[in-house]
């Protein structure tokens, strides 16, 4: 396939954002300062909003961007603010300490282990398509088949709301 | 092995689920504060919303259920993002640290 026509343009695309989520998500792992992790966070949902788009679904992407890189990054970004971590002391002056070479090795591990399965495996192709999952689609089945687990999902919000002020305002001191 | 024509692939977007998944196991092990934990926790969720997104694009009968199910897993992150803030502002008045080895004990 060469890469002047469309499909090769998207192919060159995605393997731009495949790598560009890989980095910030490494990132994300393993610097040293902690506003360096939520900025290559940011980046790594930028990227995981693209590869969303080449799944068809434009709009889980820009969810995935109002949420995530919108309110979950701001979240631990006020976090790092208010708890002040500064730089992470290096593992050396814990005896229990887990080595970072272990670390690499059983994440490596986890990720091969699931390759050679997504590779080994034999995926049945779907009989029917029932339908194209457009955003009208996804809207009937959060009001018909999920409303219940819709309305489950927003009583869970407003307790997170509730036990995060409960939380947080506890120990303050009075004025 | 054409590289260009790996978008249309499955395998390629559940390779880059898994290794999403091994960065994230990597650095919730690395990692010495609970804030950098978080940030690896996120890292295994996006991994697992990829998974979903990729079955229900390329296998599952009805497209709209691995959707809703991101969008659930994405609503379940935030407010773990918002709940395991306010417990590392908690921990940070008792302790004045983040640290994971510092916050060892229980009667704070």
Redesign the interface.
């Known amino acids: ?1 060469s ?1 002047m026509t469309p ?2 343009l ?3 695309i ?2 731009f954002l ?1 790598a560009v ?2 980095a910030g ?2 990132i ?3 610097t040293v300062r ?1 506003p360096r ?2 900025a290559g ?1 940011a980046l ?2 930028t990227g ?1 909003a693209g ?2 788009y ?4 434009p ?2 992407a820009l ?2 961007m109002l ?2 890189v919108g ?2 990054c701001v ?2 970004v ?3 603010m ?2 002040d ?1 500064g730089v ?2 290096g ?1 050396s002056s ?1 005896a ?3 080595p ?1 070479g ?3 090795a ?7 282990g ?2 050679v399965l ?2 080994n495996t034999m ?11 457009s955003v009208i ?2 809207g ?3 009001i018909t088949t ?1 409303s219940m ?1 819709f309305e489950l ?1 927003s009583i ?2 407003l ?3 509730i ?3 409960v ?2 305002r ?3 001191d009075p004025e | 092995m ?6 249309n692939h ?18 919730m ?5 609970l ?2 934990m ?3 926790g ?2 295994i969720l ?1 991994a697992a ?2 998974n979903f ?2 079955f ?10 691995g ?2 199910f ?3 897993i ?17 921990v ?3 302790y004045k ?3 994971t ?1 510092q916050v060892a004990e229980l009667n704070g």
Not at chain 1, 54 to 57: I, K, P, Q
């Open positions: 396939m890469i499909e090769g998207a192919g060159l995605f393997l495949a989520t890989l998500a490494l994300a792992a393993s902690l992790a939520v966070l790594s949902f995981l590869i969303f080449f799944l068809n679904s709009f889980v969810m995935e949420i995530y309110a979950v979240a631990i006020f976090a790092i208010m708890a971590p992470e002391k593992a814990r229990t300490a887990i970072a272990f670390s690499a059983l994440g490596a591990l986890f990720a091969a699931l390759i997504a590779r995926w049945p192709p779907p009989a029917a398509r029932l339908n194209d999952g689609q996804v009937h089945g959060l999920y687990v999902i869970v919000l307790m997170a709301i036990g995060a002020l939380l947080a506890k120990g303050r | 054409n590289f260009l024509a790996l978008a499955m395998e390629s977007y559940l390779v880059l689920g898994a290794l999403l998944f091994g960065v994230g196991i990597y650095g092990m690395l990692r010495r504060t804030i950098g978080m940030i690896s996120e890292l996006a919303a990829l997104m990729t229900s694009r390329f296998l599952a009968p009805d497209p709209v259920t959707r809703i991101t969008l659930f994405m609503g379940i992150a935030a407010a773990e993002a918002a709940i395991g803030m306010s417990i590392i502002i908690a940070y008045r008792n640290s983040v640290e080895d």
